[in-house]
C-alpha cells in the first residue's frame, strides 16, 4: 500500500481550506490609497498619469492609456475602428464574455473561431479559414497567461490589412519571443480587475505604439472631451472644452491608479510566486494519468494568470462538475474558465456558431478545471490541491 504517491497523498495532510483566489493587498497599497483620499484629488489626476508612464516604461510600450476596466479598454480600442454594420471581428470562443460584447458594442459582427489543443489559443488556421472581405480585425485571448501564436495571427493581419487587438487580461507580465506583451499587435488590453496578475479592484489599460491613436483614446475615455478633468480643473487648466467626438465615461481613478503603482512595483515578485507554484503543480501532477497539464511553448514567457488542467474523460468515471464538487468537499475551490461563448444562450442564438464547427473549445468545455493560483498559497496548500486532486481522480478511474 505505502507506495510514494500513497506517501503524499492528501489523506497523510490535515485537512484544510483552500479558496480559489485571495487578493494579495499589502499596507503598501493601503497606505497609497489613503494618500490619494487625503490628497484632496480622488478621479484622474496625477497618479493615474504616473501609472501610465510606469506602465508603458514596465512593459516596452511607447503609449498607456488607463481606463476602468479591460472591458472598457476593449470596447474603447474597436470603437477606434469605426466599425460599419457587418464588418467582422475574429475572436477566440473560449474567452471571457466581455471579449465578445466588446466587439457587438462597438457595431462588429462578431466571429468566434476555435482554439488549439495546446495552448486553448486562437487557433490562426481557423482564424485563416474564417476571415471574409468584410474581416476588420483579430482578437486573440492570451488563454491563462499564455501568449497566442501572435506570428501566425500577425502574417494574416498583415495579409488581409486587418488590425490585431490583444486581450491580454491575463498575460501579465508575459513574452513572446522575446517581445512583451503590450508592444506587438496594434493594441493591447490589460485588466486590473480583483483576480487578475495586477489588481486595482477595478481597472483596465491599453497599450500602444500609435501617438495619434493614444490621443483619441485619451479624448473618448473621458466623455470625448477635448481636455480631460485633471487638466481642466487644475490651476493652468482653462474651463472650456469641447466635444468633437461621443465619449465614454472610462477614466481610471487616482484611487486605483495609485493601488496599480505599488503593485507595477511588486510586479516581478509576485510574477515569481506565479511561476513556482505552477512549477510546483507540474511536478505534482505530471504521474496523474487521468488529466492532462497546461502546455508552454518554448517561444513564451508565460503569466501563470491561471493553471488550467483537463480532465480525460475516456479515463474517469466522473464528470468534471463531479470532480469540481469533490474538490469543494475536501476545502478546495476551483473554477471554469470558460464556458466557451458560443455554448452561452445570447452568443448561439445570435452568432452563426454550431458546438461542431469548434470542436476543440467544446470538449475542453466539458474537462477544464482552474486550480487556485494566488501569490499568498503556500507550498503546502498547493500540495494539498494537488493531493487532493489526485485522490479524487484516483478513486474514480475507469
Ligand atoms: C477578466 C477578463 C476580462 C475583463 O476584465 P475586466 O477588467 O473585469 O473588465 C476580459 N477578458 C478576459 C479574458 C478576462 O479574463
Redesign the pocket.
Known amino acids: 500500500m505505502a507506495t510514494s504517491g500513497q506517501q503524499t497523498s492528501a489523506t497523510r495532510m490535515a485537512r484544510r481550506e483552500v479558496p480559489f483566489y485571495r487578493p494579495d493587498i499589502g499596507e503598501e497599497e493601503i497606505a497609497a490609497v489613503v494618500e490619494t483620499m487625503r490628497s484632496g484629488w480622488l478621479t484622474i489626476g496625477p497618479r493615474t498619469q504616473e501609472f501610465e508612464r510606469a506602465f508603458a516604461r514596465a512593459v516596452g510600450a511607447a503609449h498607456a492609456v488607463a481606463v476602468s ?6 470596447h474603447l480600442a474597436l470603437d477606434a475602428l469605426d466599425l460599419q454594420p457587418g464588418d467582422e471581428v475574429i475572436t477566440s470562443t473560449l ?2 464574455t ?2 465578445g460584447a466588446s466587439v457587438v458594442h462597438a457595431g462588429g459582427r462578431l466571429i468566434l473561431a476555435d482554439v488549439t489543443p495546446d495552448t486553448l489559443n486562437l487557433d490562426p488556421v481557423d482564424v485563416a479559414r474564417k476571415i471574409t472581405p468584410r474581416t476588420r480585425a483579430i482578437v486573440p ?1 492570451h ?1 491563462a497567461g499564455h501568449p497566442a501564436a501572435m506570428d501566425e495571427l500577425l502574417a494574416i493581419a498583415r495579409q488581409h490589412g486587418l488590425t490585431v487587438i490583444e ?1 491580454a ?2 498575460s501579465l507580465p508575459a513574452g513572446y519571443h522575446g517581445r512583451a506583451v503590450g508592444t506587438i499587435g496594434d493594441m493591447t ?1 490589460f ?3 480583483a ?2 496578475n495586477l489588481t486595482t479592484g ?3 489599460m491599453v497599450t500602444l505604439a500609435d501617438g495619434a491613436l493614444a490621443e483619441r483614446l485619451q479624448t473618448r475615455r473621458l466623455h470625448g472631451m477635448t481636455r480631460d478633468a485633471w487638466r481642466r480643473y487644475s490651476r493652468e487648466g482653462a474651463w472650456r472644452y469641447d466635444v468633437a467626438h461621443l465619449g465614454f465615461k472610462y477614466n481610471m481613478t487616482d484611487m486605483a491608479a495609485a493601488m496599480g503603482l505599488v503593485q507595477l512595483r511588486r510586479l516581478p515578485a509576485l510574477h515569481r510566486r506565479r511561476c513556482e507554484i505552477a512549477a510546483l503543480y507540474t511536478a505534482l501532477l505530471s504521474d496523474v494519468p487521468e488529466v492532462e497539464l497546461p502546455a508552454t511553448r518554448p517561444e513564451v514567457e508565460h503569466a501563470w ?1 491561471l493553471y488550467v488542467v483537463r480532465l480525460r474523460p475516456e479515463r474517469l468515471r466522473l464528470h468534471r462538475d463531479a470532480v469540481i464538487e469533490e474538490l469543494r468537499a475536501a476545502g478546495v475551490g476551483s473554477g471554469v ?2 464556458i466557451p461563448l458560443h455554448l452561452l444562450s445570447y452568443y448561439a442564438e445570435t452568432c452563426d456558431c454550431r458546438p461542431a464547427d469548434l470542436p476543440v473549445a467544446s470538449a475542453a468545455a466539458e474537462t477544464i478545471i482552474s486550480l487556485p493560483l494566488f501569490t499568498l498559497l503556500s507550498d503546502d496548500d498547493v500540495r494539498y490541491v494537488a493531493m487532493t486532486l489526485r485522490d479524487v481522480l484516483r478513486a474514480n478511474r475507469r
Open positions: 476596466s479591460c472591458t472598457a479598454a476593449l474567452t471571457f466581455a471579449t485571448v488563454f486581450d487580461a491575463h488590453a485588466s486590473f480587475y483576480t487578475k477595478e481597472g483596465g494568470h474558465h470558460f
